[in-house]
């Protein structure tokens, strides 16, 4: 089908179902489609709802799997002018055909059985040749829609921000600065997690450098039950909130820190999308260049010059540790 441009007004849904991380990678495309739209409804995993809550570009918000797609498209037929899909379900863009009078997703093989006049395939880009941003940016740039704000997106409510006060002021020293550390990515790609070891030693020359600072462990769990080895840590100075708060509340407590150092998983884009200063540690099978926050000067990438997360050094990290806490609040 050739490409047709979304109409001003038009009635638009997009189906988001990923990790939290690519859901926020979608973010710019959302906020661009709804520059055009008159109204966009976004559908995503149960799962992933909180993360978009309160974005002022999303009208309605509401969840999809691929089990609940088959009904849902049967009782929504034709209920919008556009559908973009993000994905490679079929299940999914099947709903998106039934739902909408066209459809735009890329043309992965799962979607070749799926023959339908409504639909623009959208070439996929080659492996590791756009930020994703970009990447998720192509359906929507098939309608010719374009995207003049790069920044992920997340919303942290004051009543979000007074909680997360809260709970510092509990659970966490006084003193400043305060850093977050996020050590591990989750169990299918620990392959990007820095070395524990490293982190500690970061965390130590922290707390030398800085002799009030509060060091805060974010993240699950299963992070809770793998840093043991941060315990070595003087305990007045460590707090953690890992696997103790939801994802929403975790973000007010991140907004809240004067640093954030992590490895490449789901928080670090939230870090991303708060805009707060950040280190974010890449692994070159997942670079940097292709996954940092955009439009962010608060963010400093590193990527490991080997495959191995090891290859990159303590003192790179605490270069640009000291280097990010110097301009926070004259520390």
């Not at 735009?104 to 994703?132: C, N, W």
């Not at 790069?150 to 966490?172: C, K, P």
């Not at 840590?233 to 103790?244: D, Y």
């Amino acid at each position: 089908m050739t490409a047709r441009a979304l109409e001003p007004g038009s009635r638009v849904c997009a189906v988001v179902v990923a990790r939290i991380g690519d859901t926020l990678l979608a973010t710019p495309a959302l906020r661009a489609l709804r520059a055009v739209a008159g109204r966009l409804t976004v559908l995503v995993h149960p799962q992933r709802e909180e993360a978009l809550r309160h974005l002022d570009f999303i009208d309605d918000l509401r969840s999809i799997t691929k089990h609940s797609a088959w009904l849902r498209g049967r009782t929504l037929a034709r209920a919008y002018d556009a559908a973009f899909c993000w994905g490679r379900e079929p299940a999914l863009l099947r709903y998106c055909l039934r739902a909408a009078a066209r459809s735009y997703a890329f043309d992965y093989p799962e979607f070749a059985s799926l023959q339908a006049a409504a639909l623009t395939r959208v070439p996929v880009p080659a492996e590791s040749s756009l930020h994703a941003v970009h990447e998720r940016l192509r359906p929507v740039e098939a309608a010719a829609v374009q995207c003049k704000d790069f920044r992920l997106a997340y919303v942290v409510t004051d009543e979000e921000r007074r909680d997360a006060r809260a709970w510092l002021s509990q659970h966490a020293a006084t003193g400043k600065p305060t850093v977050g550390l996020q050590p591990f990515s989750f169990p299918t790609k620990a392959h990007r997690d820095w070395p524990l070891d490293r982190f500690v030693e970061l965390a130590r020359r922290i707390l030398t450098e800085y002799p009030q600072a509060r060091i805060l462990l974010l993240g699950d769990a299963d992070a809770r039950r793998r840093a043991d080895a941060l315990r070595q840590l003087p305990g007045e100075r460590l707090s953690v909130a890992a696997g103790t708060r939801s994802l929403r509340q975790s973000a007010a407590l991140m907004q809240a820190l004067d640093l954030y150092v992590g490895v490449d998983t789901g928080p670090t884009h939230l870090a991303g999308a708060l805009g707060i200063p950040m280190i974010a540690l890449y692994h070159p099978r997942y670079p940097g260049r292709n996954l940092a926050p955009l439009d962010n000067p608060r963010c400093v990438a590193i990527e490991a010059p080997q495959d191995d997360m090891a290859s990159i050094t303590v003192d790179q990290v605490w270069l640009a540790a000291r280097s990010q806490l110097q301009g926070r609040h004259g520390l």
